[in-house]
């Protein structure tokens, strides 16, 4: 398996509270794509990181990646109730590949 | 903005039947995907294809098939439906100049 975890996770958190999700793989990437499942809808691309990165930000996003640990973090600061998705990390099945392997995802609630 | 559309949106068959699931860009991507989610579970990539008339095993192919009749549409079909096939089934696509991958809505399939 590409992933160090099979199953789902879940977080539940309070609204303005910050959260971080991290994934780990097994094998070589050049990019971490996260990707936001919305209950009943496809998964869609929030934030992407490139191995020449450490450290991207998008609005209250924020993602890292570590290749020498091979791990990525993605971060929400100040959580809000329509932050409440599914989110997955995905790397490149090999070097410049078009396949992606995707982790078996968090699955984040965020209360009021 | 990347259109991915998906039909049915769900299906309920009997097992040993045949079920057919369909996908149509509009965005002039070569390459299509196929992948199914349990719950609780990530995507798990099916087929894919990179041109039209061609097609490719991804990491579960067993029991489907794949047809990419034009560079538009990408079809999903179960000859013989199983129990173990109820899941729900994403179509995506994605094209030089993006990293990436657009999914449809998903189509539920229940096999009884």
């Known amino acids: 398996s590409q992933w160090g975890e099979e199953n789902l996770q879940a977080l539940s958190i309070q609204e303005g509270e910050d959260v971080t999700m991290n994934c780990s793989y097994k094998t070589y990437t050049t990019v971490v794509h996260w990707y936001r499942q919305d209950s009943g809808r496809g998964p869609a691309l929030i934030i992407l990181?490139?191995?020449?990165?450490r450290e991207k930000r998008s609005g209250r996003l924020r993602a890292t990646l570590d290749t020498s640990s091979q791990s990525s973090s993605l971060s929400i600061t100040a959580a809000q109730c329509e932050d409440t998705a599914v989110y997955f990390c995905?790397?490149?099945?090999?070097?410049?590949?078009?396949?992606?392997?995707f982790g078996s995802g968090t699955q984040l609630t965020v209360m009021p | 903005e990347a259109a991915v559309t998906q039909s049915p949106r769900s299906k309920v068959a009997v097992t040993g039947g045949k079920v057919t699931l369909s996908c149509h860009q509009t965005?002039?991507?070569?390459?299509m995907y196929w992948y199914r989610q349990d719950t609780g579970h990530g995507l798990r990539l099916i087929h894919y294809?990179?041109?039209?008339?061609?097609?490719e095993k991804g990491d579960i192919p067993d029991g489907y098939k794949a047809s990419r009749p034009s560079q538009e549409n990408f079809s999903l079909i179960l000859e013989l439906a199983s129990l173990s096939q109820t899941a729900v089934y994403f179509c995506?696509?994605?094209?030089?100049?993006?990293?990436?991958?657009?999914f449809g809505p998903g189509t539920r399939l229940t096999v009884l």
């Open positions: 995905a790397t490149e099945a090999s070097s410049g590949s078009w396949q992606l392997i």
């Open positions: 990181i490139r191995s020449n990165e």
């Open positions: 965005n002039n991507h070569d390459y």
């Open positions: 995506a696509s994605t094209g030089e100049g993006y990293a990436e991958q657009f």
């Open positions: 294809s990179y041109v039209a008339d061609s097609t």
